[in-house]
Every structure is written in structure tokens, then in C-alpha cells.
Nanobody, 126 residues
């Protein structure tokens, strides 16, 4: 049984930082591209970032334009965990953040993903 469990969300002020974690179990972690998405109230789930392993200790990371330069995705394959370090947070970053897992090289589309976590709330006050 595959499980993805996000943690690290919270209430912060604009300009603050947070680091989200997503711990995976029940899958061959290194075979999966791991993605981060977010969903604000009344909006569709949108791509934030994704990371996949491309070789021994080499990875490819992708970012949405809205977070490029502020967010950093990383993964620890030994711990089966993916992280999202979020800096310079803005009120527009307020959303429920979800991690997902997909076998494949492209991770920008919600419909591609095989598995999802339950989400963690991030609220940024102005």
C-alpha cells in the first residue's frame, strides 16, 4: 500500500520560510518522479515543483514560474522523502500543498500522477 504523508505546513508571515516534507512508503522511491502541487480555495490544483532522479546522485528539478528562485525542491532517496524549501513566502502562496508520485519524466500535469498525499496547509499572512 502506497502512502505519501506531507508535513511542515503552518501559519507564517510574508517573507518567512517553511520547509515541507513528504515521506513515501510502499513504492520503489527512486523510480518515481516526485511533485509538489498546491490548491487555493476556489482554484484548481496547480503545479509547483517536481524532481526526478536522472543518475547516481544526479537529479532534475522543475519549477513553476511563480515560485522559481524562491522555492527549492530536493529529495533524500535513502529516506524516501522529498522536501520543498519555501523562502520569501507571499500571501499568494497560501494553499494546501500536496505531494504526488508518478513513474515518468514529466510531472507538470495533475492527471499524470499515480499517488497523492493528503496535503498540508500553508497560510501566509500579510
Amino acid at each position: 500500500q502506497v502512502q505519501l504523508v506531507e508535513s511542515g505546513g503552518g501559519l507564517v508571515q510574508a517573507g518567512d520560510s517553511l520547509r515541507l516534507s513528504c515521506a513515501a512508503s510502499g513504492l520503489t522511491f527512486t523510480s518515481y518522479l516526485m511533485g509538489w502541487f498546491r490548491q487555493a480555495p476556489g482554484k484548481e490544483r496547480e503545479f509547483v515543483s517536481a524532481i526526478r532522479r536522472t543518475g547516481h546522485n544526479t537529479y532534475y528539478a522543475d519549477y513553476a514560474d511563480a515560485v522559481k528562485g524562491r522555492f527549492t525542491v530536493s529529495r533524500d532517496d535513502a529516506k524516501k522523502t522529498v522536501y520543498l524549501a519555501m523562502n520569501s513566502l507571499k500571501p499568494d502562496d497560501t494553499a494546501v500543498y500536496y505531494c504526488g508520485a508518478v513513474r515518468g519524466s514529466d510531472g507538470r500535469r495533475v492527471g499524470q500522477y499515480d499517488y497523492w498525499g493528503q496535503g498540508t496547509q500553508v497560510t501566509v499572512s500579510s
